[in-house]
T-cell receptor
């Protein structure tokens, strides 16, 4: 069964508008973490934001925020005031459990975002 | 500049040949990982190492081997390359100091098997 699902292969957004990238996950472990990464056309993977399963508040990092709905098992990335440089591939990833053996990430298939001028 | 260095950047290889992808990090991270990225499939974990001297299998380990002789280096070897191993390979590392520690990625190696 797919653990991380990103249902939007591609999305467009107008410059300066906000956009939400969807991510749903599947786990029976009460302890997990969710990450979002950005991959520009140059290919590198850039860490954006993290949300822990026990965190009481939604994570925010500058223009990035995470809409974490635990009961729905969703962790959507919200980018506010989109910029042309936000055009990239975005990956949602999950880490299950705690402890020395549990730092592996499972990635979704990604969403390609194109910001229109 | 601290980070992860992968070599080579790209390589074209004949099927059946042996190939080692190199990965070095200078952040003193305990954990290291190898992923492959294929179109439409995201990143899939090949092998990982939680600490020097230990390794583990990920989601797609067949045809690959790794070693972790020290903290900094984590080479990935294809013993006998096949065309299905054509992919972009990423090495990553993370601190195990906290559950919220992200993985840091190298710039990737683009490998084509003919």
């Amino acid at each position: 069964a797919q653990k991380i699902t990103q249902t939007q292969p591609g999305m467009f957004v107008q410059e300066k508008e906000a956009v939400t990238l969807d991510c749903t996950y599947d786990t029976s472990d009460p302890s997990y973490g969710l990450f979002w990464y950005k991959q520009p056309s140059s290919g590198e993977m850039i860490f954006l934001i993290y949300q822990g399963s026990y965190d009481q508040q939604n994570a925010t990092e500058g223009r990035y925020s995470l809409n974490f709905q635990k009961a729905r098992k969703s962790a959507n990335l919200v980018i506010s005031a989109s910029q042309l440089g936000d055009s990239a591939m975005y990956f949602c990833a999950m880490r299950e459990g705690w402890g020395d053996s549990s730092y592996k990430l499972i990635f979704g298939s990604g969403t390609r975002l194109l910001v229109r001028p | 500049i601290a980070g992860i260095t992968q070599a080579p950047t790209s390589q074209i290889l004949a099927a059946g040949r042996r190939m080692t992808l190199r990965c070095t990090q200078d952040m003193r991270h305990n954990a290291m990982y190898w992923y492959r990225q294929d179109l439409g499939l995201g990143l899939r974990l090949i092998h990982y190492s939680n600490t020097a001297g230990t390794t583990g299998k990920g989601e797609v380990p067949d045809g690959y081997s790794v070693s972790r002789a020290n903290t900094d280096d984590f080479p990935l070897t294809l013993a006998s390359a096949v065309p299905s191993q054509t992919s972009v390979y990423f090495c990553a590392s993370s601190s195990q100091g906290g559950s919220n520690q992200p993985q840091h990625f190298g710039d990737g190696t683009r490998l084509s098997i003919l």
